[in-house]
């Protein structure tokens, strides 16, 4: 049933930058009840073992004239197509026709095993909710799409963004997908910001440039996650990330390279 009235730090070296997981190479084809494909920039495609395709955030490529493409959906009609705001980043994309179901603003979703639900996102400040982050359930994998939470990443040094984290986000998440780029630097805060999630899995997006994404990888690798253990950091050269079964082995962060959605997709390979 469903309650919507709608249907810039430096690049270094990667190997001295990085605690590479030995991560397998998992497909939905293998079993995964999930998988994500990034698409760029706020824009992933979950795939669904039973065949469900959500789209998030499906935004104008380069919307800002800098390097954060958001590639091609290759032919897929989505499901469903969360979006967390109406900025051209988040929304100027163009849909299929025939998309199942459009999602934005308060309320939920339940089709078939998958459930959806919209919580308040802060992005200017944090008197008032501005957008939306989306928390998507699937057979036990919780992956949650956090939209554009900038004030709030920008406020998690203090007690009162550190309250505002718990109150929001209080569960444990197998994915958080986390905007780490704004109007001016913020990878700091976003780094301390999700030390504060109690995350299997973080993956960065949102962001001006790939060398964003990689000084990013580098600020929370060691850092101590909301468990205590240090975060690992993993770049990809993959736009493919599959949770698989849980494990308790601390937080990793894990930085996708965007592509075009293709049927199969490229699973996950360590970068060398």
């Not at 958080?176 to 805060?189: A, M, R, S, Y």
């Not at 075009?260 to 970068?271: F, K, L, Y």
Request: aromatic share 6%; glycine share 12%; charged share 20%.
């Amino acid at each position: 049933m469903t309650k919507y009235g709608g249907t810039r730090p430096r690049a270094l070296g990667r190997a001295a930058l990085f605690a590479v997981l030995a991560l397998a190479a998992p497909t939905a084809a293998a079993g995964d009840a999930v998988c994500l494909h990034y698409l760029g920039h706020a824009a992933f495609v979950l795939e669904l073992a039973d065949g469900t395709r959500v789209l998030t955030d499906y935004g104008a490529s380069r919307a800002w004239g800098l390097d954060s493409p958001v590639h091609s959906l290759g032919g897929l009609v989505p499901d469903v197509v969360t979006i967390s705001h109406a900025h051209e980043d988040h929304a100027g994309g163009t849909l299929p026709d025939g998309v199942g179901h459009v999602l934005r603003g308060p309320g939920e979703l339940t089709l078939g095993d998958l459930k959806v639900r919209s919580i308040p996102a802060f992005e200017r400040g944090l008197e008032k909710p501005d957008n939306r982050s989306f928390l998507f359930t699937f057979r036990g994998v919780r992956i949650l799409h956090l939209g554009d939470v900038q004030a709030l990443i920008q406020a998690s040094g203090t007690e009162e963004g550190r309250r505002r984290v718990r109150e929001l986000y209080p569960e444990r998440y197998d994915v958080v997908l986390v905007p780490i780029g704004f109007v001016k630097d913020i990878l700091e805060p976003a780094a301390t910001f999700v030390s504060l999630l109690r995350a299997r899995t973080i993956v960065p997006m949102h962001y001006w440039s790939p060398k964003d994404r990689d000084a990013f990888l580098k600020l929370v690798s060691g850092r101590p996650g909301a468990d205590g253990k240090p975060m690992t950091a993993l770049a990809a050269g993959s736009p493919r990330f599959c949770p698989g079964a849980a494990a308790d082995a601390g937080t990793q962060v894990v930085g996708l390279e965007p592509r075009p959605w293709t049927p199969a997709g490229d699973p996950i390979r360590p970068s060398p």
